[in-house]
């Protein structure tokens, strides 16, 4: 009997992504309402929609384009990055989607054997990013329990060389947060940053909900020779399946750029053409189109507060930014994953399990997905639920 060739190491030991599980309950429940996915309700911009239909046809729309992007597309970007972001010291490359932007960078930047840092309760597809790229030595840190912002401490500790012991080589934030929804104040973002350019590190952060802002909070960015900053079209212009993101990276260091093409060239060679052409007509309608709907999510986030209320005093966090909130649920239902199934199951409610993002015993909320009549019978449903799960366990 001959012997069997195996698949990679790498492979069998990077997790089972949670949004494919989430997509299978969906699947096997009946009429189930997705709290889950981080996703929105709206579609691209309707003049930006015309604008692409009626190019369908162009020749160039199925041909190869720049591996680095439309040149139109980066040259608004940069001018989008300058006005909005301040951010004056950045070259552009354009990729499919955010997720696609950061493997990227990993490849880019880390090599297997050196360590990284995130902070729990993290994005679970930044984790298994490292995990696919060999990067195994993933130091956890912890956010602080109230308002779930980074441990600036254990960070500093962390970033100081001590014997036998290896820098990290590259530490990655969400901000506004995914899972969290907490937002990171621009002092926090400074401090993270020159702890990390005085350990040598890189720090990465995304910002794919930049424009997801409540209560009066404003994003800012921060740029300077060891950070690269992350950004996306698939939330603020209801572009998930257009897969349009990109990386803002230093211009001043030599080499980034090349050495980002040669993994670009593997992987998409460039993000889809008529995408990229979308994403340019969106920013032609600019960011007060985004901030509307924005603004129509904080009734969303309030329903569903409402409705994680049976949790408890102090259980819900998170949601001042991104379109997420963090629950904690009680301490005798440990296992988060047995609580999403049971609400799947008999309550028809799906919500996302918090040991996916290196917490057990929490949930994520989405309030981006749904219009508002659709999320208030959501909620009534996880209300309901939770009521139940607190009073008599998971009958």
């Known amino acids: 009997m001959g012997t069997?060739?195996?698949?990679?190491?790498?492979?069998?030991?990077?997790?089972?992504?949670?949004?494919?599980?989430?997509?299978?309950?969906?699947?096997?429940?009946?009429?189930?309402?997705?709290?889950a996915q981080g996703v929105v309700y709206w579609q691209p911009p309707e003049q930006a929609l015309k604008k692409a239909q009626n190019i369908v046809l162009e020749p160039s729309i199925s041909h190869y384009g720049a591996d680095e992007g439309l040149?139109?597309?980066?040259?608004?970007?940069?001018?989008?990055?300058?006005?909005?972001n301040k951010l004056t010291r950045s070259s552009v490359m354009v990729?499919?989607?955010?997720?696609?932007?950061?493997?990227?960078?990993?490849?880019?930047?880390?090599?297997?054997?050196?360590?990284?840092?995130?902070?729990?309760?993290?994005?679970?597809?930044?984790?298994?990013?490292f995990q696919m790229t060999g990067i195994n030595n993933i130091l956890v840190g912890p956010s602080n329990p109230r308002t779930l912002l980074p441990e600036i401490e254990?960070?500093?500790?962390?970033?100081?060389?001590?014997?036998?012991?290896?820098?990290?080589?590259?530490?990655?934030?969400?901000?506004?947060?995914?899972?969290?929804?907490?937002?990171?104040?621009?002092?926090?973002l400074q401090r993270i940053s020159d702890l990390c350019k005085s350990a040598g590190a890189w720090l990465v952060v995304d910002n794919t909900y930049e424009y997801f802002m409540y209560d009066g909070l404003q994003h800012s960015c921060i740029?300077?020779?060891?950070i690269v900053n992350i950004f996306s079209f698939s939330k603020a212009y209801g572009m998930m399946g257009w897969r349009v993101g990109y990386i803002a990276y230093p211009t001043e260091v030599d080499g980034f750029g090349a050495q980002l093409l040669k993994v670009q060239d593997n992987i998409p060679?460039?993000?889809?053409?008529?995408?990229?052409?979308?994403?340019?007509?969106?920013?032609?309608?600019?960011?007060?189109w985004i901030r509307e709907r924005v603004q129509d999510l904080v009734k969303t986030r309030e329903v569903l507060k409402e409705a994680l209320s049976p949790l408890g005093e102090g259980?819900?966090?998170?949601?001042?930014?991104?379109?997420?909130?963090?629950?904690?649920?009680?301490?005798?239902?440990?296992?988060?994953?047995?609580?999403?199934?049971?609400?799947?199951?008999?309550?028809?409610?799906?919500?996302?399990?918090?040991?996916a993002s290196g917490v057990a015993g929490c949930i994520r909320i989405?309030?981006?997905?749904?219009?508002?009549?659709?999320?208030?019978?959501?909620?009534?449903?996880?209300?309901?639920?939770?009521?139940?799960?607190?009073?008599?366990?998971?009958?």
């Open 4 to 35: 069997f060739a195996k698949l990679a190491r790498r492979a069998l030991e990077t997790e089972t992504p949670v949004m494919v599980q989430i997509q299978e309950l969906i699947h096997g429940a009946k009429d189930a309402m997705s709290l």
């Open 71 to 84: 040149p139109e597309l980066r040259l608004a970007l940069l001018e989008k990055l300058r006005r909005e």
């Open 95 to 129: 990729t499919a989607g955010a997720n696609q932007a950061f493997v990227n960078l990993v490849l880019t930047l880390c090599d297997p054997g050196d360590s990284v840092v995130m902070f729990a309760p993290y994005y679970f597809n930044a984790y298994m990013s």
């Open 154 to 188: 254990w960070l500093e500790n962390t970033l100081s060389e001590k014997e036998n012991k290896a820098v990290p080589k590259l530490v990655t934030i969400v901000n506004p947060g995914n899972p969290s929804g907490s937002y990171i104040p621009t002092y926090l």
């Open 223 to 226: 740029e300077g020779s060891h």
């Open 269 to 288: 060679i460039c993000a889809s053409i008529i995408g990229q052409r979308l994403a340019l007509y969106s920013l032609e309608v600019g960011p007060e």
């Open 315 to 355: 259980a819900v966090r998170g949601g001042e930014g991104a379109i997420y909130l963090w629950a904690k649920l009680p301490d005798k239902f440990p296992d988060d994953y047995k609580v999403v199934q049971w609400l799947v199951r008999r309550h028809g409610v799906v919500v996302v399990p918090g040991s």
């Open 366 to 395: 989405s309030f981006g997905g749904l219009k508002k009549a659709d999320c208030e019978v959501a909620a009534g449903r996880l209300r309901k639920g939770l009521e139940e799960l607190v009073a008599d366990g998971m009958v």
